[in-house]
């Protein structure tokens, strides 16, 4: 590959051909600021902020569109493009509201950021300010503030070249100019959580999140997206054991729209819709009882069922993490000869396919592949097992993530087959009427609430990560069949974490060989099945 | 269209001839339009090299008549301006003009006689690069409309004396940092104003606002 080869702020730096300067100074570590260039869009060179000084050219120019040249000669923080950038900064606060104290941005604003790096200016505007739109609600997801937008046009070119949705355009000219919809449409291309977080300063807020909490308060914890196969890095953000409302996230490099996108995540899974569900059996009259006496109950079914007590079926879900899957393909082979399957429908058949050009995918669950990789497929689906069950009757009934039955159509498949299986056991993050049915329902925390692993559409076995204390009284999927195993007598090593899970899985599962949780890069790995 | 037109003469009397008018370095004719305080106003064709007086007398008619020449925009607002002492000797060319520091630039004259209010002038000269701004980069989007309220405050009577300092500060976060060259075609004008009628703007100060008589002017 070409390279060229420059001096920026006197460090010397190779770079590929055609990298441009602010990104030849990232990689020594020099944070040139910016508000219009992102690595993801086109470059716009409107802002400039991100002006810098290069020997033997007139005029200062912009970093974001400047191509290293070989031997070019680079000044970032000299007096001349400290002079520029206060400039430029002091002229776009001239009509900015400077409303920090009731705006949601502050905090994570590159207003204040760079203010308090390179400007520390005592305003010498002294008019009144151009006033345009305020409060503009852009449904369902968005707020738009016309006077704190600088109109860096991030979000006008995401909508162009990402979405391709075309939502957002400038109208009027010089200092009325303004970002707006077409005949105040809203913004819905499925993508507008991004909308929010490509922009800079506070002009596109988060209408969940108005008002809601300082982000500072917010503690970000890496995760992945689990509302669909792609699997997209997200951070999920924590305070006070709450989710925020305002998923922030990132994408993983490995797609090629760089990091400017995110799923949409605007039903978030982890704030519950109904109530918990709580753990109790059938003979407790709906009470909620002790974690112990129940798991002893369920852990001498499975033993009756491993004496040859009849037939065990199991139905998984593409929703719990590869740990999990793989302990509960372990807990029906030792509870002797069962069906057992994960195939809720045939959302597996789409794990790759892509619903659009951005990131969606067709499979709306995020483990699909983890489930098949981990032999969880077996025979028959779900609802084939359910219908067999209802014809010829089964000892053991054991189905996770029951709450998701209703949605899926497949709760009366459920209900029917539980009338006719001797014992019934149901995983359930919230309560649902279809768990009526269960004998025992054991309640389990949300994806929010649990670490693992999770495999993408491309088997990218990737981090999730707990963010918050489970917040009902429940035990992950995982302590449920270790602590069954366990009473089972089942030859299986008191794991505790999802850490030892992984790695006493990954000593057994070929396709995960050599990896270890700890180990796992930042983008996850890519196994073969 | 101005090269367009040059062209059939130039075929028809061949380059070298075309070559031997004007100056060595800057050769051939232009086209002046010339507006503001002049009896006859209009668009001339003449060599380049020609002195920017015989050009305003022989050719523009010369100024309003009763009236002495003020000062004199050269090439189009966004060029520096001359003041009468500087136009007695340059001519209509590149190399005199930049000897001057200024532009024959799109070659449109504007002549300014005496009772013209500079400051005004230069007001007018702003709102119209402020409603010309496109709004696509901060400098300019920004900086145009704050330069024309800062010149319109001497002109209201609102301005403090550091405020022509702060018209400097203001060009210079506009200078040369924007995308198009209108902040600067802006800024060129509004500097030379203030260098080389500082008086005037001073005398706004101290009157508390134009001591000139309302429109029309002059």
Known sequence: MATVTLTIDGQTVTVPAGTTVIEAAKTIGIDIPR???????????NCRICLVEVEKMPKLTTSCSTVAAEGMVVHTKNARVKEATRGVLELMLTNHPIDCPVCDQAGECKL?????????????????????????????????????????????????????????GLIQRGTHTEIDTFH????????????????PVGALLSKDFRFKKRVWWL????????????????????????VSDSARGRTRTSTSIGSATKAAINTNSSTPKTAFAAPRTKGSNGTPMAWDAILHGVAERLTKA???????VGIASPWLTNEELFLFRRLLTAAGHADVDFRLDDSHTKT???????????????????????????????????????????SLLYVLDAHRYETLGLADALRSAAAKAGYVVM???????????????????????????LTNYENRVQRLRRAIRPRHDSRTDLEIFVKLLTLAGADVPPIVSASEAFNWMAAQVPALSGLTFGGLPEQGVVVKP | METLAAIPWILRHGGEAYAKLGTPKSTGTRLFSISGHVNKPGVYEVELGMPLMTFINDHAGGVTTGKKLKAVIPGGS?????????????????????????????????????????????????????????????????????????????????????????????????????????????????????????????????HGGCPYPAWPLA
Request: proline fraction near 4%; aromatic fraction near 6%; charge should be negative.
């Open chain 1, 112 to 168: 204040q950021d760079y203010y308090m790096e390179v400007g520390r200016h005592k305003s010498h505007f002294t008019y009144e300010k151009t006033h345009k739109p305020k409060v503009v609600e852009l449904p369902p997801h968005l707020m738009f503030d016309g006077e704190r937008c600088i109109l860096c046009t991030r979000c006008v070119r995401f909508c162009d070249e990402i979405t391709k949705t075309h939502d957002l």
């Open chain 1, 35 to 45: 508000y219009c260039y992102h690595p993801g869009l086109s470059v716009a060179g």
């Open chain 1, 184 to 199: 105040h449409r809203g913004v819905d291309n499925g993508y507008t959580g991004n909308l929010h977080e490509i922009c």
């Open chain 1, 427 to 453: 995983h359930a993050t919230h309560d649902c009427a279809v768990l009526e049915a269960a004998d025992v329902v054991l309640a389990t925390p949300t994806f929010a609430e649990k670490d693992g692993t």
């Open chain 2, 78 to 206: 966004s060029v520096p301006i001359l003041t009468a002492e500087e136009c007695r000797d340059v001519a209509l060319d590149f190399e005199s003009m930049a000897e001057k520091g200024t532009m024959l630039g799109s070659g449109a004259i504007i002549v300014m006689a005496e009772g013209t209010c500079i400051v005004r002038s230069l007001m007018v000269l702003t709102r119209f690069y402020s409603h010309e701004s496109c709004g696509q980069c901060t400098p300019c989007r920004e900086g145009t409309p704050w330069l024309y309220r800062l010149i319109k405050s001497f002109e209201d009577g609102t301005a403090s004396e550091k405020d022509l300092d702060l018209v400097e500060y203001v060009c210079t976060a506009m200078m040369g940092n924007t995308i198009c060259p209108l902040a600067d075609a802006a800024v060129m004008p509004t500097r030379s104003y203030i260098k080389k009628f500082r008086d005037e703007f001073v005398e706004h100060l101290k």
């Open chain 1, 219 to 242: 503690k970000p914890h890496k995760s992945v997206c689990p509302h669909c196969s792609t699997g997209c890095n997200i951070f999920v953000d924590e305070s006070d054991g709450e």
């Open chain 1, 352 to 394: 790759t396919v892509r619903e659009d050009d951005v990131l969606k995918r067709a499979d709306k669950n995020p483990n699909n592949s983890g489930a098949a990789l981990l032999g969880l497929r077996g025979t028959k689906d779900a609802r084939t097992l359910l219908n067999e069950v209802v014809e010829t009757g089964a």
């Open chain 1, 306 to 312: 491993a004496q040859g007590d009849g037939r065990v």
